[in-house]
Structures are given as structure tokens and as C-alpha cells.
């Protein structure tokens, strides 16, 4: 069974940076063929979808992070993850990643593609 455990979150002052990582076990196959993405919840609103990375390395942002949020994975680690530069008051949100159950797949930000969750990793951004 595919398990993911996030790590990396805190609190940090608007304009810090953080980076967060998922570290995943469990694969039957290469965890370089699936597709991984990052979510976050904040208190009171629906789950989002923030960056996604496909097993070719290609990605896709969501547009309130673009150029600010940057996501890679280490496929020798089986390990994500998320760098957070330029931090805003409405990035606070718990952070989860996310892993496709189908390999080769593309670069999602729909959490109906993923089949794999983290408990997540709570980042509050202060004003």
C-alpha cells in the first residue's frame, strides 16, 4: 500500500519561504512512473489543487502561485516536493500531496486523478 507522509510545514512571516516534502513508500512499481501533486485546504473552503508533477518532469501550477511556488521530486528518494517562496497570509492552508494510481499520467490539479493521500503538513503564513 502507497503511503505519504508530508513534512516541512510551520509558520512563517508573509514573504518567508518554506519548502515542504512528501516522502512516499510502498510502491509496487517505480514511483518515477506516477504523476504527484500538492493540495491545500484552507479552514472553511474546498480543497485546491496547487502544483503537479508528471513522471516526465513536466509541471503545472495554479495561477495564485505561480512564480512563487516551485515543485520537483527526487524520483532516488521517492521523495516530493514543494519550495513556497514569497509566502502571502492566503497561502495559510494544510498542505497535502498526492499520488496518481495509474502511472504515466499527466499533469493534474483535479483531486479525482489522484488515488493516494498524506495526512498532510499545516503552513500559516502571518501578516
Known amino acids: 500500500q502507497v503511503r505519504l507522509v508530508e513534512s516541512g510545514g510551520g509558520s512563517v512571516q508573509a514573504g518567508g519561504s518554506l519548502r515542504l516534502s512528501c516522502a512516499a513508500s510502498?510502491?509496487?512499481?517505480?514511483?518515477?512512473?506516477?504523476?504527484m501533486g500538492w493540495f491545500r485546504q484552507a479552514p472553511g473552503k474546498a480543497r485546491e489543487g496547487v502544483a503537479s508533477i508528471a513522471s516526465d518532469g513536466s509541471t503545472a501550477y495554479a495561477d495564485s502561485v505561480k512564480g512563487r511556488f516551485t515543485i520537483s521530486r527526487d524520483n532516488a528518494k521517492n521523495t516530493l516536493y514543494l519550495q513556497m517562496n514569497s509566502l502571502h497570509p492566503a497561502d495559510t492552508a494544510m498542505y497535502s500531496c498526492?499520488?496518481?494510481?495509474?502511472?504515466?499520467?499527466?499533469?493534474?490539479?483535479?483531486?479525482?486523478?489522484?488515488?493516494?493521500w498524506g495526512q498532510g503538513t499545516q503552513v500559516t503564513v502571518s501578516s
Open positions: 510502498g510502491y509496487t512499481y517505480p514511483y518515477s512512473r506516477y504523476s
Open positions: 498526492a499520488a496518481a494510481n495509474v502511472p504515466y499520467g499527466g499533469v493534474w490539479l483535479e483531486m479525482g486523478r489522484f488515488g493516494y
